[in-house]
């Protein structure tokens, strides 16, 4: 079974454009290959990247339409792309899904999606997971980072909502950790003081995977501790932030 893309760009694409012709930008065109027998007469193509395939697949513009008109995505500094358009799916190859949470998987799904939006003018571009959708330049812009300092682009590939009066909860954090997370906060804290301890957890948790017994960590402050305490399935991660971190037995992630 073909994985559901995680990564979606949107463009203006010709009706008959076909994905094992797309016209390569300058910079991709000497390190893309692709498999011309792994699909044929189908609007999908696998795409090799360093070694590494990646599932491509058309999307119509009804379904592209869809996507965005029924409220799945939070839109990121960017309009709804017009109805028009359509998307480019892309997804890691069935040998790499279970490895998707790795950076190496990572950078270079989003760098192969940065140079189908190069390629085919794009206009937008949405992480599924995280429900995120966002202008094809702010995209292009984080991904440039992201390869040069290795900060994942999460304002993008997850988000965070206010569920009520001091808890946030996570979307897109599964992808990487399959966890996510809630932080409850102590009373008085400000969206500031939750966000950076956020921010921090989120970066952990990316790197080292979801947490699997209770735990405790030092915060983003001095006598500040972050108490987790994972839910029965694993698929959550509750935190609270303690101000009495100074009689805590403090560990890392």
């Not at 400000?190 to 915060?219: C, E, H």
Request: aromatic share 8%; charged share 20%.
């Amino acid at each position: 079974m073909n994985p559901e893309p995680p990564l979606l760009i949107i463009a203006p694409l010709a009706n008959t454009l076909d994905l094992t012709q797309v016209p390569w930008c300058d910079a991709a065109k000497d390190k893309i290959s692709v498999n011309h027998d792994k699909f044929q007469n189908l609007e999908m193509a696998e795409v090799i990247v360093d070694a590494m395939p990646f599932l491509l697949t058309r999307l119509s513009a009804t379904e592209t339409s869809q996507i965005f008109n029924s409220g799945k995505c939070d839109q990121l500094l960017c309009a709804l792309p017009p109805a028009t358009h359509s998307a480019i799916g892309v997804a890691p190859g069935d040998n790499l899904a279970s490895a998707r949470h790795l950076s190496e998987i990572n950078r270079r799904l989003l760098l192969l999606g940065q140079w189908i939006g190069e390629s085919l003018g794009a206009t937008t571009a949405a992480w599924m997971p995280s429900r995120r959708l966002t202008s094809f330049a702010w995209f292009d812009q984080a991904v440039r980072r992201y390869l040069a300092d290795g900060r994942i682009p999460f304002l993008f590939q997850t988000s965070v909502a206010e569920v009520g009066s001091g808890c946030f909860v996570t979307s897109g954090l599964h992808y990487f950790a399959g966890q996510e997370l809630r932080l409850t906060t102590a009373e008085g804290y400000d969206l500031a003081a939750a966000t950076r301890n956020l921010v921090q957890i989120i970066y952990n948790m990316i790197a080292y995977g979801k947490i699997i017994s209770p735990a405790r960590s030092v915060g983003s402050h001095q006598n500040e501790a972050l108490i987790f305490t994972p839910s029965e399935d694993l698929g959550h991660v509750d935190v609270r932030i303690s101000n009495d971190a100074h009689d805590a037995d403090l560990a890392k992630i």
